[in-house]
């Protein structure tokens, strides 16, 4: 908190943000304004409601303060920067951004509020540094709405990789150290976001659909159709990096994509030894690296689903109980630091005490250390 207690004018809520941080680092099985306020002592929930919607403290400051901390503490050149959207499941009409659209927290069309976030991924762990909320057109239409919800008359309508394009580029404007950037289909098939990483020439690997079209010395074609063509000889057997039960092997291709763009295009084909199941990854490098360089970044895209699992079970980032623009930020930004101090405490447990093989990415911590 020390990081982060200048961004409090006050003392009132600073010592409030401690003690809502320190309810998310709890093991209460709920954590949400009322049960985080009988934990720290309180009477009433009207503190940490007045904290998260009325007192005066910057939101924005303490996030770029956690991206500091995290890549300070979690240094690494080789860094990835992974995208990825989530939702949290929401009743009624009237809680900011929300509305009946996909989310993968469900695996299908539910009424959601779904948000997108920046996760740093090191060597030594990973954790989120940055976060929009996606307003739906629905919503950026109809500015009554927004106005109602606490939404800034300059929000407006953005997608997902948009979203995801503004974040990075903060991150790498504030000199965070990362050569590659990840993330799933969504932000693989935006042509957008892939010419804005080559112009500032960050390499990525970022996943896109089997109908995707790769052009070749030999005209154009889908990218199934593609892995038809390729031989026996183009696959190797790589790990994709440990899981719960050791390396994750797959076999693994790649294919060099006809550009006429600076830096190398290829693309990435990962096979299911068992089930023959594939998936495709469009890359870029603004120099060459090797295949199995191209293996490690995809693998580390699942480390934003590690980070949303260990995030909404260890520090609530989901169970937040608000309906406005300031209050989701403040609550979800909080939510980060406490998830952050675990990453960088776990990674610092690790150092001095390696864990048994197995463990979970993210652990509790004996907060008096």
């Known amino acids: 908190m020390e990081r982060v207690a200048g961004r409090f004018a006050r003392v009132e809520p600073r010592r409030r943000a401690r003690s809502l941080v320190l309810g998310l680092l709890s093991d209460l099985p709920r954590k949400n304004c009322w049960t985080i306020a009988e934990h720290a002592g309180d009477t009433t929930p009207h503190g940490m409601q007045h904290l998260l919607g009325r007192a005066k403290w910057d939101a924005e400051a303490v996030r770029d303060d956690i991206r500091t901390y995290v890549v300070d503490h979690l240094p690494d050149e080789e860094a990835v920067l992974v995208v990825d959207e989530t939702g949290d499941l929401k009743k009624g009409i009237a809680t900011v951004g929300v509305q009946r659209q996909y989310t993968g927290t469900a695996g299908r069309i539910e009424n959601a509020q779904v948000a997108v976030f920046l996760v740093y991924s090191a060597q030594a762990g990973h954790a989120a540094i940055d976060r929009e909320l996606y307003v739906p057109r629905s919503w950026a239409e109809d500015r009554r709405r927004c106005a109602s919800a606490g939404i800034p008359d300059h929000v407006g309508f953005a ?102 763009r600076p830096g190398h295009h290829q693309l990435l084909v990962r096979r299911n030894r068992r089930t023959g199941e594939l998936a495709f990854y469009r890359c870029y490098s603004p120099t060459t690296v090797s295949l199995s360089t191209l293996v490690r970044v995809a693998g580390r895209r699942w480390t934003v689903e590690e980070t949303f699992q260990s995030g909404k079970g260890l520090t609530g980032l989901d169970e937040h109980q608000v309906r406005r623009w300031t209050s989701w930020h403040r609550w979800v930004t909080l939510a980060m630091l406490a998830h952050a101090f675990l990453a960088v405490a776990t990674a610092d447990e690790r150092t001095h005490r390696p864990a048994p093989a197995g463990l979970g990415s993210v652990a509790k911590v004996d907060l008096d250390r």
């Open 159 to 260: 997608t997902k990789p948009a979203l995801a394009a503004q974040m990075i580029a903060r991150a790498l404007d504030c000199g965070v150290p990362a050569r590659w950037v990840a993330g799933d289909e969504v932000y693989g098939g935006n042509p957008t976001l892939r010419t804005a990483l080559e112009q500032r020439e960050v390499g990525y690997v970022l996943a896109v659909a089997c109908a995707h079209q790769i052009v070749t010395k030999g005209g154009s074609m889908r990218a199934d159709a593609l892995v038809k063509k390729m031989p026996k000889r183009a696959w190797q057997k790589l790990s994709a990096g440990t899981g719960a039960k050791g390396h994750r092997f797959y076999d693994w291709a790649v294919v060099h994509i006809a550009e006429d």
